[in-house]
């Protein structure tokens, strides 16, 4: 069966200092990869997603990059954190229409 | 902008009772999902109806939709406290094919509170 791991579960970083999130999925082969954030209250945004190795299609504008090494690794990085990046950070995979997601990182930037 | 918007923003019933909610969505669609999410937990899949399919249910779940009013809705019937959770809407437009990749977006959801 398939399995999405995310990690850390929880940062707390200061401002100006780099970032890197990574996500990785067992059980499937060539998914298509997303990284979503999650501000308090709020729905998803999507912030970047992959069809492939190397492939990488941001949705917004931001201080943060993707990266998808291998078929099944997709890390979220900055090289330097605003207060604006805090958030909840969710990985997610598909093979079709639905979406699975992973157990997220809570990130904060103080 | 948003393209599905759920309401009621907040709902609280007590167990037993059934709980609807609803997502309105603001352009054409190639299928509707409806998401799960315990409180700062991942998302969790439940149920996909596409943009032929009028009703369609899973368990104690029932998932309408309404072209042409551009609206769906999530029933749970027999609400349990376990239940209580914040509920998505999500949409894959029907452009949104560039690369192969189906890409969702999300509403800001419903937070279930379902009392014992």
């Known amino acids: 069966s398939q399995t999405i791991h995310q990690w850390p579960a929880t940062l707390v970083q200061p401002v100006g200092s780099p970032l890197s999130l990574e996500c990785t999925v067992e059980?499937?082969?060539?998914?298509?990869l997303y990284w979503y954030r999650q501000a308090a209250g709020r729905g998803l945004q999507l912030l970047f997603y992959?069809?492939?190795?190397?492939?990488i299609s941001s949705e917004v504008p931001q201080n943060l990059s993707a990266s998808r090494p291998q078929d099944r690794q997709f890390i979220l990085s900055s090289k330097k954190l605003l207060l604006s990046d805090s958030g909840f950070y969710l990985c997610?995979?598909?093979?079709?229409?639905?979406?699975?997601f992973g157990p997220g990182t809570r990130l904060t930037v103080l | 902008s948003q393209q599905g918007e759920e309401d009621p923003q907040a709902l609280s019933i007590q167990e037993g009772e059934n709980a609807t909610m609803n997502c309105s969505y603001k352009?054409?669609?190639?299928?509707l999902q409806w998401y799960r999410q315990n409180s700062g937990r991942g998302l969790v899949h439940l149920i996909l109806?596409?943009?032929?399919?009028r009703e369609k249910h899973s368990g104690r779940l029932r998932v309408t939709l309404d072209t042409s009013k551009k609206s769906s809705s999530l029933l749970i019937t027999a609400s349990r406290a376990a239940d209580t959770a914040s509920y998505f809407c999500?949409?894959?437009?029907?452009?949104?094919?560039?690369?192969?990749?189906?890409?969702?977006?999300f509403g800001k959801g419903t937070k279930l509170t379902v009392n014992p």
């Open positions: 997610a995979w598909s093979v079709g229409a639905e979406q699975f």
């Open positions: 059980g499937t082969s060539n998914p298509n």
């Open positions: 992959s069809v492939g190795i190397g492939q």
């Open positions: 352009t054409s669609i190639n299928n």
């Open positions: 109806i596409r943009s032929n399919e």
């Open positions: 999500a949409t894959v437009l029907n452009f949104q094919t560039q690369g192969g990749s189906e890409k969702l977006v």
